[in-house]
């Protein structure tokens, strides 16, 4: 097997991005924990995140992307303290800006029941160009 | 076709630049100071990043209803049915801590408020619970990825 040993991949003209083969990199990932005082647990290219009450979470990129048609996947644990199961989910409110969006967290016991929740364990990932 | 062999390049304007073709081959990258931290530059340009931490470190296509099984992953060994619409999983390199992003989704044709979350993340393990509703169910496609720091 060969190996190249290096710091810094450009493109040959020495500024360009350089061309990954059919394979794309995530831009962003965060893992917080929403319990208490919202906290980053893990992330990449993240600046900070914003407690706005119950369930509402603001996250902030350091690297802002060209636009703000970027691709989001969300997720969120199962609450163990909590008497499972139940319905639970995790998504995207809004993107504010090309450096901000806002993720809402809800549970409930059914589909007509459904609260915003502090949930233990929020993942957000995105794909897109940066600026 | 000519060849050159060598052990180390340096720049010849820059010591630390080295200018190659537009399409390199190699079967293997590592970064030179560090072997786990290569930067690469924005699309855009305005900004550079570590390559390594936006690569997936793990992802699964898999079922769970009938016998549970992978349809497609990288990086996963094994998949345990742990019960009605629960999946647990063997990762083959191990991740660095349990502070892994793991979002999921479900595809769930034909079940009503489909839904699947994580549950448990360890260095060696992810597992992933499915509800239909407010019931555990087990789903025919769900899709898991994982980001994180490889040990």
Redesign the interface.
Same mark, same amino acid.
């Given at each position: 097997? &060969?190996?190249? %040993?290096? =710091? $810094? !991949?450009? /493109? &040959?003209d #020495?500024? &360009?991005?350089?061309t990954l083969t059919k394979?794309h +990199? /995530? %831009?962003t990932?965060?893992?917080w924990n929403g319990q208490g005082t919202a906290a980053i647990? =893990? &992330?990449?290219?993240t600046a900070s995140i914003t407690d706005n009450g119950t369930g509402d979470t603001t996250v902030t990129v350091s690297? +802002?992307f /060209?636009n703000a048609d970027f691709s989001t996947?969300? #997720?969120? =644990?199962?609450t !163990?303290s909590q008497t499972?199961? %139940? !319905? !639970?989910?995790m998504s995207r409110d809004t993107a504010l800006s090309t450096t901000v969006s806002r993720y809402l967290s809800v549970e #409930? $016991? #059914?589909?007509s029941t459904v609260a915003d929740e502090d949930c233990e364990?929020n993942?957000?990932?995105i794909h897109g =160009?940066?600026? | 076709m000519s060849e050159i062999k060598v052990d180390t390049l340096t720049g010849k304007t820059s010591a630390t630049t080295v200018t190659g073709p537009d399409l390199f081959k190699t079967d293997e990258l590592q970064g030179k100071t560090s072997a786990g931290d290569i930067t690469v530059t924005s699309e855009g340009g305005a900004a550079t990043m570590q390559l390594q931490q936006g690569l997936a470190k793990a992802w699964a296509n898999f079922h769970q209803d009938g016998t549970q099984s992978i349809d497609g992953s990288i990086n996963i060994t094994s998949i345990t049915d742990s019960g009605v619409g629960e999946s647990s999983f063997g990762i083959s390199n191990a991740l660095s801590n349990g502070n892994d992003n793991i979002p999921t989704t479900t595809v769930g044709a034909g079940l009503s408020n489909t839904h699947s979350v994580f549950n448990l993340a360890r260095t060696t393990v992810v597992k992933i619970e499915t509800y239909a509703g407010s019931s555990y169910t087990d789903a025919s496609e769900i899709n898991m990825l994982v980001h994180g720091d490889l040990a």
């Amino acid at each position: 097997m &060969s190996t190249v %040993k290096v =710091d $810094t !991949l450009v /493109a &040959s003209d #020495g500024t &360009s991005p350089v061309t990954l083969t059919k394979q794309h +990199a /995530a %831009k962003t990932w965060t893992n917080w924990n929403g319990q208490g005082t919202a906290a980053i647990r =893990d &992330s990449f290219n993240t600046a900070s995140i914003t407690d706005n009450g119950t369930g509402d979470t603001t996250v902030t990129v350091s690297n +802002a992307f /060209a636009n703000a048609d970027f691709s989001t996947v969300c #997720g969120r =644990d199962s609450t !163990l303290s909590q008497t499972r199961p %139940k !319905l !639970l989910n995790m998504s995207r409110d809004t993107a504010l800006s090309t450096t901000v969006s806002r993720y809402l967290s809800v549970e #409930g $016991t #059914g589909s007509s029941t459904v609260a915003d929740e502090d949930c233990e364990f929020n993942f957000v990932t995105i794909h897109g =160009d940066l600026a | 076709m000519s060849e050159i062999k060598v052990d180390t390049l340096t720049g010849k304007t820059s010591a630390t630049t080295v200018t190659g073709p537009d399409l390199f081959k190699t079967d293997e990258l590592q970064g030179k100071t560090s072997a786990g931290d290569i930067t690469v530059t924005s699309e855009g340009g305005a900004a550079t990043m570590q390559l390594q931490q936006g690569l997936a470190k793990a992802w699964a296509n898999f079922h769970q209803d009938g016998t549970q099984s992978i349809d497609g992953s990288i990086n996963i060994t094994s998949i345990t049915d742990s019960g009605v619409g629960e999946s647990s999983f063997g990762i083959s390199n191990a991740l660095s801590n349990g502070n892994d992003n793991i979002p999921t989704t479900t595809v769930g044709a034909g079940l009503s408020n489909t839904h699947s979350v994580f549950n448990l993340a360890r260095t060696t393990v992810v597992k992933i619970e499915t509800y239909a509703g407010s019931s555990y169910t087990d789903a025919s496609e769900i899709n898991m990825l994982v980001h994180g720091d490889l040990a």
